[in-house]
């Protein structure tokens, strides 16, 4: 199954981020659950990575200064699929290529709804609570979230009975389309609830999310 990849990178900030660490590893089956070809690498971002972004995966400026531009990144050709905590920021610091995206962070919110976070850290103290210290103690290195992410997706799939990757993608489609609306004057209402006509002037904006578009247009 080497057309899927669990994935993860690192980047300047969350405001027009680059790119400074990207790494993955090759699902290789669902039962047993198994992941081969670790992959790491990082990229010099030809900007200056925001303090947040620091404090968060402590990749410093300096580090970077002979690492490959991040502009020379791309996804290995056999790549079909990508799966990642919120995948979509990760997707998009890479440009946006053509693959299918699976949200574990999605996935997680619809099997777990009642927990207070959905963090890749506190699922894995949720999921996995004996060792899960000892699982993060480098988390937020590109690598060790591949790591985690491929933790929690082992529960996914066991808990959705899930043995292949077009079933877990359908499952992620699924996940991804709210059932409340996210923002606006009738932030939090259940969007059968949201009147008619607030809906289609909703979907007649020009940058809406396409999952939001999927629900509002039920």
Not at 175 to 203: C, E, N, Q
Not at 212 to 217: C, F, H, N, P, V
Request: aromatic content about 8%; proline content about 6%; hydrophobic content about 40%.
């Amino acid at each position: 199954m080497n057309n899927t990849i669990i994935f993860d990178t690192e980047a300047t900030g969350v405001k027009e981020p680059i790119l400074i660490e990207a790494a993955w590893v090759e699902l290789e089956s669902f039962a047993p659950f198994t992941f081969t070809n670790p992959f790491v690498q990082r990229y010099n971002p030809e900007k200056p990575i925001s303090l947040g972004a620091l404090a968060t995966h402590h990749i410093m400026d300096e580090e970077l200064v002979d690492c490959p531009l991040a502009a020379s990144f791309n996804l290995p050709e056999h790549v079909d699929y990508i799966i990642g905590h919120n995948v979509d920021f990760d997707w998009g610091v890479i440009g946006k290529p053509e693959v299918k995206r699976v949200c574990t962070l999605s996935l997680a919110r619809k099997l777990w709804p009642n927990l207070d976070s959905h963090s890749q850290s506190a699922l894995l103290y949720y999921l996995e609570r004996n060792t899960a210290r000892e699982q993060l103690r480098n988390a937020h290195s590109a690598l060790i979230d591949v790591g985690i992410c491929a933790a929690i997706l082992n529960h996914i799939c066991q808990q959705l009975g899930i043995n292949a990757v077009e079933a877990l993608y359908a499952e992620s489609e699924k996940a991804r389309i709210p059932t409340t609306m996210p923002f606006g004057k009738h932030k939090g209402s259940l969007l059968a609830d949201v009147p008619s006509d607030y809906k289609a002037w909703m979907l007649k904006q020009g940058d809406i999310d396409p999952y939001l578009r999927k629900a509002l247009s039920v």
